[in-house]
């Protein structure tokens, strides 16, 4: 069994109440050997919701207190996103789960391509770092793809 960002099968669960349906997940549940998890959505965040981003870090400096998550009025919500990955995390455990598949660009999900602010301002472009969710799994040996 993988564990697979659910907005990749399908569901509409990104910040913008919509899905990134990939064609190698749509529709798959768990009797297709994927466990679909939204960590935002776990973590206690609606869809839709405002879009957030990391400061002063990548995931694995949210998990260690040293960076943020904020949404774009500037509200933290740095406890939803790690309280997710907790619960991602778990739900992996549980069903045995070593391998998963998550959303490229995602502030939870993103373990190679991440929006980060330039300057202190809200996000104007991507760089190469994990995600609150991608840093707390690969912490615990997970092995990560990334999926556009």
């Known amino acids: 069994m993988i564990l697979v960002s659910a907005c990749l099968c399908g569901q509409p669960c990104r910040y913008d109440g919509r899905s990134k349906s990939h064609p190698r997940f749509m529709n798959c549940q768990a009797r297709d050997g994927?466990?679909?998890?939204?960590?935002?959505?776990?973590?206690?965040?609606?869809?839709p919701r405002t879009a957030c981003s990391l400061v002063g870090g990548d995931g694995a400096d949210v998990l260690a207190g040293r960076a943020t998550v904020v949404d774009r009025f500037g509200a933290d919500r740095t406890q939803a996103f790690i309280q997710?990955?907790?619960?991602?995390?778990?739900?992996?455990?549980?069903?045995?789960?070593?391998?998963?598949?998550?959303?490229?660009?995602?502030p939870s999900c993103g373990s190679a391509t991440l929006r980060?602010?330039?300057?202190?301002?809200?996000?104007?472009?991507?760089?190469?770092?994990?995600?609150?969710?991608?840093?707390?799994?690969?912490?615990?040996?997970?092995?990560?793809?990334?999926?556009?």
Do not use: N
């Not at 840093?135 to 990560?144: D, F, K, R």
């Open 34 to 47: 994927v466990l679909p998890i939204c960590p935002e959505q776990l973590g206690g965040l609606s869809t």
């Open 84 to 106: 997710g990955a907790r619960r991602t995390l778990e739900m992996a455990e549980d069903h045995g789960i070593r391998r998963c598949c998550l959303k490229a660009k995602s």
């Open 116 to 148: 980060l602010p330039a300057d202190g301002a809200w996000p104007q472009g991507y760089r190469p770092v994990l995600g609150v969710t991608a840093a707390l799994l690969l912490a615990h040996g997970m092995q990560i793809e990334e999926i556009p």
